[in-house]
């Protein structure tokens, strides 16, 4: 069973969130109209438990709302239904996600005696500025503070940002980077900013107070942060919104809203590598650039676009990308020949 597969979402949209972040429409951005609840986390079970894999690394992961900020008593509610999962062997673990000033010890003593495994935090910026004008009310302390319990206290730590939020720069959205790399949580995802309706950041769109955070922006900014996370040794699990109807349909108005945006990213991170390759080569030259053969559709792009951007950048007459597993590197020149 693959490692996408093995997590069973249940979607909370909007519980729990004391505040309206600008950006946020949980039920256009998941799909989900209704809350769980109990019922809804065992026809989630029902459903895993024919599912072939390893059981015991299957995970019911709560998502969209802020979870343990919600009622105690609702929490308990769901967590007792999906503990009832581990007991009967149908899931090994839970994970949730939640606002990072809604941790403290009494809560994480209770997701501890329901078999929460993964707790990820949506820090989102480490700049306050940038937190305070997407109204996300908690600041980075909050974050710094929250991640260190989490960690102490024996959890994995996923944490997400967001790139291109009202305020932010590329260097805000670097230096949030490095910052979540300092507190080593166990995975990222990254969520460039997708404009969807019916959230306080389209009006500000529409009236032209915030400009949009395009894929192209999204793209290039995220092929700096991508290698950051790797040379961590910190995996990035997610890199923009996972496509749904309700977004593809309309829902995301403008922003970096893409089917692939991951793969946009790691696409254009070996256009990059093959520029450097190429630098200083003479126009009307004749290359071939060698690639790792799983890297093939990448380094070529969507419709070959990165061949048609090399030869036009270094006015090449011909490139040529051969896949060769012989290659120590990712991808290398295997020559040039002058015009």
Known sequence: MSARASILPVFVPHLGC?????FCNQRR??????????????????????????????????????????????????????QEGIEQGIIGSIRLSTRPDAVDGAVLARLRRYGVETV?????????????????????????RAARLVKEAGFRLILQMMTGLPGDTEEKSLSTARELISLRPDGVRIYPTVVVRDTALYELWRRGVYREHTVE?????????????????????????????????????????????????????????????????????????????????????????????LRGRFGLSELRVVPDPSICAEIEAVSVEKP
């Open 120 to 144: 990820e935090l949506g820090a989102q910026s480490m700049d306050d500025e940038v937190l305070r004008l997407s109204g996300r009310g908690h600041t980075a302390e909050d974050v710094r």
């Open 217 to 309: 922006d999204a793209v290039r900014l995220c092929a700096k942060l991508l290698p950051l996370f790797e040379a961590a040794g910190i995996p990035v699990i997610r890199l923009g919104l996972n496509p749904t109807e309700e977004l593809s349909g309309g829902g995301a108005a403008a922003g970096a809203y893409h089917p692939a945006l991951g793969e946009l990213v790691r696409s254009r991170i070996l256009r990059e590598k093959a520029e450097l390759l190429l630098e200083g080569t003479e126009p009307g030259s004749r290359a071939v650039l060698a690639v790792q053969p799983r890297l093939l559709s990448q380094m070529l792009g969507p419709k070959r676009a990165n061949v048609s951007f």
């Open 29 to 82: 951005i998941t799909g989900e109209l209704s809350p769980a609840d109990a019922g809804t986390v065992r026809e989630a079970l029902s459903a895993a438990a024919a599912l072939p894999g390893d059981a015991g690394k299957r995970q019911l992961a709560f998502f969209g709302g802020s979870f343990t900020a919600i009622p105690e008593a609702q929490q308990e509610e769901l967590l007792s239904a999906a």
């Open 18 to 22: 004391p505040h309206d972040c600008v």
